[in-house]
């Protein structure tokens, strides 16, 4: 088992979940455990300027510029430690299925818990590969400790094989980036990096620099509750006024029926009775004009319903997110071109598409350091469903130490 594989399965075991509305950083003390155990292997391992933000969950360190190599650009790669709250990430298990041979994969026999190749024909395309699952109760956590463990796997190369001619290389390891706050403490300028690559991406050969405008919003239904033998007349029901709300909104602009560069207005989650219901929704899109009129159209609707049952009856939180990052890389294209050009060198297709999503990169590219991201994979992520491919991973590991080398010969 290489050392990418060994740190995954370790890694995966540490339950890193981040929770949705907490009001600090990181949202959950667990995420100190894998914190801590990445400073700790940074140390054993040697590198360099190792800071661990314990307020805040992140953890920086540097493996140093070759000799000769100084005056090279800065590379940074980022990775976040933290799991989604969609799914488990308590007591995971993960197992290799060697020579994956095209069939439906049983990951709980006793739970019938079954990935169906008719659920997940993406499977396909890894027959004869070796594939990392999990028992079918939890996440696996591919997002994001695949790219902690490349990373770390790649720190450890260029560490261990001082022939191996590079610039300084910057780590970066975040927490919350599953809830939107994972650039939110990060020190850009502690950090240091010319440019950086976030490590957070699917499929082999996947390469992306531009991903969703996003904005986040919390729409609260005021009702009035009353007896419903006297309800004429009289009774708002919360409930009815937000799926009458939902029914306002484009029907087509959902995630269900959106692909590529379509956006989509998405009801999170929702929740209440007759007298307060509250549901939270993300609007998407890549386009920043249409971006702009999709959140226009979400409070016009708010305002019909506000003159239809009165003022005050529908309130709403919107807060923009994150911006699409292409308009931050386009000046500094050779991140993309270095990219593919290494991948061509290991015999991978570069696939570059756009984000159905973000990533910390992306805001870490408005605060000064272009960012695009690589591919970690890691596929079905979110979910019981979710798996990683162990060739896939360790081509990454060569991908990330490649392009230290091609920056260290300051191919900018």
């Known amino acids: 088992m290489t050392k990418t594989i060994e740190n995954f399965m370790r890694y995966v075991r540490v339950d ?52 000769g190599y100084e005056e090279s650009p800065v590379l940074g790669f980022v990775a976040h430690m933290d799991t989604s709250p969609a799914v488990t990430g308590t007591d995971v298990k993960p197992r290799i299925v060697e020579g994956y041979d095209g069939a439906d994969i049983v990951l709980n026999e006793q739970l019938n818990i079954v990935m169906k190749t008719e659920d997940f024909p993406n499977l396909s395309g890894y027959v004869g590969k070796d594939l990392i699952v999990t028992d079918g109760t939890t996440l696996l956590g591919a997002d994001d400790k695949a790219g902690v463990a490349e990373i770390m796997a790649m720190a450890e190369t260029l560490l261990g094989h001082p022939e191996i001619g590079h610039g300084k290389i910057r780590i970066g390891f975040t927490p919350d980036e599953e809830v939107g706050c994972g650039a939110d403490c ?20 996947e390469l992306e620099y531009e991903n969703f405008n996003a904005a986040g919003a919390r729409l609260t239904v005021h009702g009035r509750s009353v007896h419903p033998g006297d309800a004429k007349g009289r009774m708002k029901n919360a409930i009815l006024i937000a799926q009458e709300f939902q029914g306002l909104l484009p029907v087509a602009e959902n995630p269900m ?17 007759v007298e307060e219901t509250v549901a939270d929704y993300i609007i998407r899109d890549h386009n920043r004009n249409l971006f702009e009129k999709k ?9 019909f319903l506000n003159i239809k049952y009165g003022e005050g009856t529908v309130t709403v939180e919107l807060k923009d997110s994150y911006y699409n990052m292409k308009e931050v890389i386009l000046p500094h294209m050779h991140l993309i071109d270095n990219a593919k050009a290494v991948l061509e060198e290991l015999g991978i297709e570069p696939k570059v598409i756009p984000i159905r999503g973000g990533t910390d990169g992306a805001r870490l590219s408005f605060m000064g350091l272009p960012c695009p991201n690589l591919c970690t994979g890691g596929e079905n992520f979110h979910g019981r469903y979710e798996f990683a491919c162990v060739q896939s991973m360790e081509q990454i590991t060569e991908l990330l130490v490649r392009l230290a080398q091609r920056y260290g010969k300051n191919t900018v």
């Open 186 to 205: 990060f020190d850009v300028e502690l950090f240091g990096a010319d440019f950086a690559y976030t490590v957070d991406g699917g499929a082999l050969g």
């Open 295 to 303: 959140k226009k159209v979400f409070l016009d609707c708010v305002n």
């Open 16 to 67: 890193t979940q981040s929770a949705e509305d907490s009001p600090v950083i990181p949202s959950t003390v667990k995420q100190h455990d894998l914190a801590g155990m990445l400073v700790r292997e940074l140390t054993e391992m040697g590198a360099q300027e190792i800071v661990y933000d314990e307020e805040h969950c992140y953890v920086y360190a540097s493996v140093p510029a070759s000799p």
């Open 257 to 273: 029926y959106t692909e590529g560069y379509e956006g989509f207005y998405h009801l999170d989650s929702i929740r209440g009775n």
